[in-house]
């Protein structure tokens, strides 16, 4: 080793080499570029050129340079040469101790460059090491330590991480006893601050081996820590808010002067909702940030952290018992909803929605899951069998919130807050002398308290609660002559509700308000959450892991080896290897794990006597290494005076150098759209089908194929005309007809682009697979018309006669979800919506019509019109335009309103039930009546 | 001798010249000579003799014909006039375009070889000499030369002839000009086409001989655009394409000023050689259109500026 001041060379005798460059300045300089070859006709005048204009053929001085630069770059990589060589370290055996529990997490990499400085220095000198962490040993996992050239243990480095729990020293400490040294070695423990069991034994291990030097963060910010927090009302502010103390730890309190850090809460997008400070004084060990924070946002909060921290101990998860509160609303008729606006819970929904997860159903259903508040709108008395659970439920914390309506009266449950009056008071009525009352300012003692009422929130109707004494108490909002409009009790641990109006606007305008938003925030704000809500049988499940944060506070999916943890011995599992801090439990009711919450006050690793150094990350000399530096210098080095030679033997002409270039760019840019081409490829997968296309970009007739040649021929040729004529007459201007097989359908997406589809019955009609047949039934039902057309006329076309077509549609029909059909009568909107025609003839008039029953599904349309006069027959003409097929008995008349016909249907498909509007009857009627 | 390869080249190279020679008028339809492209061969020559062409009236002196006096012009004055029609004589054009090696060469593969570009404005212009009625000989490169002839036939006989050149070479020599040994009429005209990169007293001598004969020339010096730049650089050994030799030039880029200053000197050369026979001289490069010289070499071989 040659030490020249700050650098040092490891292999110093690769300078001598050096002696050589001279010789190589020689050869370079002689060496003349090489001779191309041209063929040229006036050699002549290039004979006898004056020689004295001729230039050397040297190569230039500036690429001799270069060249001999590139050499000595070289030489010096080879000598290895490493600045900061520390001169004063002694050879020997290391053994290094790395602390890797949640307090290493801070200045992680300091730590690791620490550790491979240490590394490469005993490497250098040829040394052995040995890496040992104080991590927790996973179950039936055994760690084999031995001393190894520093080298592969420096391989080995990069596979330690930190952990988000606490570390093992009582562990390492075993395994540094199992060590044999041959020679007395130097040991370092690369500490993380924390003191735990065994610190004290570890470093008397490491002492019995050689010197100890305990390396910790000095006088760099120490580990912190934050706890996970209440929730609170806050109580008197004027606009609904929810004050959130954070409380902050940190370790080694009384080596640090007073700090002040910014703790956040973060939602699960990663947004900041809200941020407070958090200030230290000189020598605390806790401090506390106040943050004041709306409800719907706290809601949101999936986590606080402090802002330039990212450790698993300075992050506090929150789990579903601090997010959003689930809220039920009961009702009786949970399905079958007529008319949304009028329904009971639409209101509630509206009002909750903002900041709650709102779920409606039946009583079974919401309680699958575990509830915050239960709402009943309906205002009826809770069943017997109910009422048992119900108030178990309310007893372990639920909060259940009842609105009154005309089948509540008198005491008819014992879940209700107060005695009620029979029957119900209605003021400012035809029968009543009274205003509608308003309502008084809240209460005191109301959770309401602070909220601004509205003048024009009036009631019309309420029920009354007996007067009693402690009504005064039960009272959290009354009207303006005193009479209670919400009253609430306790009962166990929960609360019970009741608003003494209907949650809809028919009782007060109390639902149609922004204070009813508000009055139910604060309802849900002081329900307990989860955390004792949930059912009796949750103790009894076990929560899987959902998603693991790791040392640096990152969550990621749980692997293979995390096990799921008990409900009832859920908040006694302390972090580990086994259980890491995390979210467990199912999607709505998840757990948080937060290793904050098992650190209870952490002491600072206290100063070791007897021969331990102490020293701070930067205590340990960065030696650093030349060579690769130098290498790939020089190898660039010769990468240019490769491109330079190439130009200078002009092997790349001018006009190629602009190809390189183009090549290089091609290049480049392939590389890096290699991820655009997949998303392309992606794109294509996806691709939709030409019949589809073709169906989609033109509006088109179709027809379903019958699976005979000629009567397919015919409807084809049949909407071929139609759809000229329409150009011909209407604005509808349709593409090409198509034609469907009803084989190859598998949903309805291949249906619905055609606003009209023709279905011809024929006596040998198969009835088509129940994939078709449930697209048809979407198809109808997303608002398509379907044209049934089965004539059983003697000389049809497909039929017979015999009243097998009409057999083989009642077949069909029955197969298919269809409403019930009726006649279509001389008024339908059918007889009008272009022509006003009487019936729909087609190639015979006399066969039935039928249409849907006018309902109130899909505004009053049919979906169907269902006959038997072979439409298409009538309409089909051959090339040369000359009709196909005889109308009988009308002749050409017939024909003619056959095609009006057909165009009524078409723009009935296309305009539903606009002509039926009563703007336009006066001018029917008039041209009617002409 | 590949017969079919030659005749296939024969009528690439008509082809060609049939496309040069379209895009220019014919000889006697230029607007010059307009009144005399009436009779078939004969075209006035710009001196009083015989002809049927009017050309000028003289007082009479003695030794005029007493036929040859005009009287409507003598009756309107006092002197006596002479009518003097225009001499009128058929041409005879000597046309040889050089197929040395050297003029095989082209720079790029974009441009033709001179020889092939020679051989076009050859063609080209025989074709129009035959379309105004004059007489063609051609001389080939080892001195031989036709009969003169006329006639639409004697263009698809020289392509096949320069073809056969071109493609089996049968000079034995350089790009000097061949010694031909064919007299040629006098007063005729003869078109010499090739580089003129011969040494310049080699083609000094051969054009003594042509001057000589007192005959009326045109020279056409086909040059690659290479051969007028010089565009290499570097350090390149040059061959010659006749056995000529070889050099390296270390730094072609120094040396090129020097080549053109050679070059100009040698063109120099050739044109006062050709001016002092009242020769004209023409430059033309392949990278350029062949109509330009050609139109430049109509003017001359029409122009009779003796």
């Not at chain 1, 340079?65 to 290895?80: D, K, T, V, Y």
């Not at chain 1, 009832?568 to 599992?573: G, L, P, S, Y």
């Not at chain 1, 729909?840 to 008039?845: F, M």
């Not at chain 2, 379209?22 to 078939?40: D, F, H, Q």
């Amino acid at each position: 080793m040659l030490n020249l001041g700050l650098l040092s060379f490891g292999a110093p005798w690769a300078l001598a080499a050096a002696a050589a460059l001279p010789l190589v300045w020689l050869l370079l300089r002689l060496t003349p570029p090489a001779v191309k070859q041209i063929h040229f006709p006036a050699v002549r005048l290039l004979f006898d050129l004056d020689p004295t204009q001729r230039t050397s053929a040297h190569t230039p001085p500036w690429l001799i340079i270069l060249r001999i630069g590139l050499l000595a770059l070289a030489l010096l990589g080879l000598s290895e040469p490493v600045i900061n060589f520390n001169r004063a370290e002694k050879s020997g055996p290391l053994v290094v101790v790395i602390d890797t529990g949640w307090g290493a997490a801070t200045h992680w990499e300091q730590r690791m460059r620490v550790l491979r400085d240490l590394l490469e220095t005993a490497d250098r000198r040829g040394d052995q090491a040995v890496v040992i962490t104080t991590d927790m040993a996973s179950v039936g996992e055994e760690t084999d330590t031995h001393l190894s050239p520093a080298r592969d243990a420096l391989a080995r480095v990069s596979h330690i991480a930190p952990q988000p729990w606490p570390t093992d020293r009582v562990h390492a400490a075993a395994q540094v006893k199992a060590l044999t040294l041959k020679t007395a070695g130097r040991t370092v423990w690369i500490s993380d601050g924390v003191d735990t069991d065994g610190s004290a034994d570890l470093a008397a291990a490491l002492s019995s081996i050689g010197p100890l030097t305990v390396i910790d963060s000095g006088t760099l910010p120490s580990a912190l820590i934050v706890y996970p927090p209440e929730r609170k009302l806050a109580a008197g502010t004027e606009n609904a808010s929810s004050n959130v103390d954070v409380k902050v730890g940190r370790v080694g309190a009384d080596k640090y002067p007073a700090a002040i850090h910014t703790v956040r809460a973060i939602d699960d997008q990663g947004q900041v909702l809200g941020h407070a400070t958090a200030t230290f004084g000189s020598g605390a060990t806790t401090a506390t940030a106040h943050m004041p924070i709306p409800s719907e946002l706290a809601n949101q909060i999936a986590r606080f952290d402090i802002e330039g921290v990212t450790t698993a101990a300075a992050t506090a998860l929150m789990d579903d018992r601090w997010q959003r509160r689930p809220v039920g609303i009961a009702s009786a008729t949970a399905t079958g909803i007529r008319a949304p606006l009028l329904e009971n819970a639409y209101y509630l929904k509206k009002a909750l929605a903002p900041f709650a997860d709102v779920r409606a159903g039946d009583l079974d259903a919401l309680f699958e899951r575990p509830l915050a508040v239960l709402i009943m709108a309906d205002g009826g008395r809770i069943l017997d069998a109910e009422q048992k659970r119900l108030t178990d439920w309310v007893s372990n914390g639920g909060m259940l919130v009842r609105f009154a309506g005309p089948g509540l009266e008198g005491n008819v449950d014992p879940l209700l807050p107060v005695k009620l009056r029979n029957g119900d008071r209605a003021l400012g009525g035809s029968m009543s002398w009274t205003t509608p009352a308003s309502l008084a300012p809240f209460p005191e003692a109301s959770p309401f308290k602070g909220l601004l009422v509205p003048d024009d929130v009036t009631v019309t109707t309420q029920v009354l609660a007996e007067p009693a004494s402690d009504l005064q108490k039960r009272t959290w909002a009354l009207l303006k002559d005193g009479t209670p409009l919400v009253t609430a009790r306790t009962i166990g641990h929960g609360w019970v509700v009741l608003f003494h109006v209907s949650a809809t606007p028919e009782w007060s305008k109390l639902p149609l308000s922004g204070l009813f938003v508000d009055m139910l925030r604060r309802v849900v704000d002081i329900s307990h959450g989860l955390d004792t809500g949930g059912s009796a049988d949750d103790s009894e499940g076990v929560l899987a892991p959902r998603s693991i944060i790791d040392a640096f506070g990152r969550l990621g999916a749980p692997n293979a080896t995390v096990g799921a943890i008990a409900a009832a011995t859920f908040d006694e599992k302390q972090p580990s290897p086994a259980t890491p801090p995390g979210l467990y439990g199912p999607r709505g009711a998840t757990r948080a794990l937060n290793l904050s919450a098992h650190l209870d006050n952490p002491h600072a690793l206290p100063g070791f006597s007897m021969g331990v150094t102490h020293a701070s990350f930067d205590a340990v000399v960065h030696e650093q290494a030349l060579k690769p530096w130098l290498l790939v210098i020089a190898l660039l080095l010769l990468l240019g005076d490769l491109i330079v030679s190439y130009f200078l033997r002009r092997l790349i002409p001018e006009r190629g150098l602009a190809k390189v270039g183009v090549a290089a760019s091609v290049l480049v840019l392939l590389l890096m759209g290699a991820h655009p081409v997949h998303a392309a490829e992606g794109t294509r997968r996806g691709e939709i089908d030409a019949a589809a296309k073709a169906a989609i970009l033109d509006t088109r007739l179709a027809y379903i194929g019958t699976g005979a040649p000629d009567l397919d021929r015919v409807a084809n040729a049949g909407l071929d005309a139609l759809t000229e004529l329409l150009s011909a007459r209407t604005a509808a201007e349709f593409a090409a007809p198509a034609k469907i097989d009803l084989a190859g359908v598998t949903d309805a997406d291949g249906l619905i682009p055609y606003p009209l589809i023709y279905w011809r019955i024929t006596s040998n009609f198969r009835v088509p697979p129940d994939k078709a047949l449930a697209a048809v039934n979407m198809y109808l039902h997303r608002g398509g018309l379907v044209i049934f057309d089965a004539p059983d006329q003697v000389g049809a076309l497909g039929g017979g006669g015999s009243g097998t077509v009409t057999q083989r549609l009642d077949e069909l029909l029955r197969k298919l979800d269809i409403p019930p059909v009726v006649t279509l009568s001389d008024d339908h909107v059918l007889n009008r919506s272009f022509y006003l025609t009487r019936g729909l003839p087609g190639r015979y008039v006399n066969a039935p019509v039928m249409v849907e029953r006018a309902s109130a599904a899909n505004d009053g349309a049919s979906s169907v019109v269902i006959g038997g006069n072979d439409w298409v027959s009538a309409w089909a003409k051959d090339a040369s335009g000359a009709p196909l097929y005889a109308a009988v008995p009308g002749g050409e008349a017939q024909r003619e309103q056959a095609f009006r016909a057909g165009v009524n249907m078409v723009m009935y498909a296309l305009t539903g039930n606009y002509k039926s509007d009563q703007v336009h009857l006066p001018a029917i009627m008039e041209r009617l009546t002409q | 001798m590949n017969a079919v390869a030659r005749r296939e080249e024969s009528h690439r190279l008509r082809l060609q010249a049939d496309a040069v020679a379209g895009a220019l008028p014919p000889l006697l339809v230029s607007a010059r000579n307009i009144a005399v492209s009436v009779t078939l061969g004969m075209h006035g020559r710009r001196r009083a003799g015989v002809g049927d062409t009017f050309w000028q009236f003289r007082q009479y002196s003695t030794g005029d014909t007493p036929q040859g006096i005009d009287w409507r012009q003598s009756g309107k004055r006092d002197v006596v006039f002479v009518r003097e029609r225009e001499l009128m004589a058929a041409q005879t054009a000597a046309l040889w375009c050089d197929t040395s090696p050297s003029m095989r060469y082209s720079s790029s593969p974009k441009l033709p070889p001179k020889a092939e570009r020679a051989a076009v404005m050859t063609l080209a212009l025989a074709e129009l000499l035959i379309d105004g009625g004059e007489r063609i000989i051609h001389l080939t490169g080892n001195g031989d030369s036709a009969r003169a002839a006329s006639g639409r036939t004697v263009v698809g006989q020289i392509a096949d002839v320069i073809a056969g050149e071109i493609i089996e070479p049968t000079t034995t020599h350089a790009s000097a000009i061949p010694k031909f040994s064919a007299r040629l009429p006098r007063h005729s005209t003869v078109v010499l086409i090739s580089d003129f990169l011969a040494p310049l007293e080699e083609i000094t001598a051969s054009l003594k001989g042509l001057i000589r004969m007192g005959l009326a020339g045109h020279l056409v010096q086909v040059l690659d655009p290479a051969e007028e730049t010089l565009p290499f650089s570097g350090r390149v050994r040059f061959v010659g394409l006749e056995r000529e030799g070889a050099t390296i030039i270390d730094r072609t880029e120094d040396a090129r000023a020097q080549y053109i200053a050679k070059l100009a000197a040698h063109r120099e050369g050739l044109k006062s050689v050709a001016a002092a026979a009242g020769w004209s001289f023409h430059v033309h490069h392949t990278d350029r259109s062949p109509q330009m010289t050609m139109a430049a070499l109509h003017n001359a071989v029409t122009g009779y500026r003796r």
